[in-house]
């Protein structure tokens, strides 16, 4: 089993920035690609940004030159700078992992509980 858990959101200003964080916890051998999704109320999940094990990285159009994804293999975390945030950028933040549990066992982390983000003046 792996765990997930995201950090770091709030109440910020449009034009603020904030900086996202997930760990990931349990039994891991090594960690495939790692994203960030987010569900604002009354829409579905939707990809924000993913990132490869090596590091190359996807974005959705919206976030394009306003976030950064990256990641920290040695801790097994991923994190999401968000800058020039607007208000249609609020909505829970949530990460996503592929986990090999061992070099045979592979699997897709459950979601975490996810991070709030409000973006308000």
């Known amino acids: 089993q792996v765990q997930l858990v995201e950090s770091g959101g709030g109440l910020v200003q449009p034009g603020g920035s904030l900086r996202l964080s997930c760990s990931a916890s349990?039994?891991?051998?090594?960690?495939?690609?790692m994203g960030w999704y987010r569900q604002a109320p009354g829409n579905q999940r939707e990809l924000v940004a993913s990132?490869?094990?090596?590091?190359?990285?996807n974005y959705a159009d919206s976030v394009k030159g306003r976030f950064t994804i990256s990641r920290d293999n040695a801790k097994n975390t991923v994190y999401l700078q968000m800058n020039s945030l607007k208000p249609e950028d609020t909505a829970v933040y949530y990460c996503?992992?592929?986990?090999?549990?061992?070099?045979?066992?592979?699997?897709?982390?459950?979601w975490g509980q996810g991070t709030q983000v409000t973006v308000s003046s």
């Open positions: 996503k992992a592929g986990v090999w549990l061992d070099k045979t066992r592979y699997e897709n982390a459950n």
């Open positions: 349990g039994t891991i051998f090594s960690i495939n690609a």
């Open positions: 990132i490869t094990r090596d590091g190359r990285t």
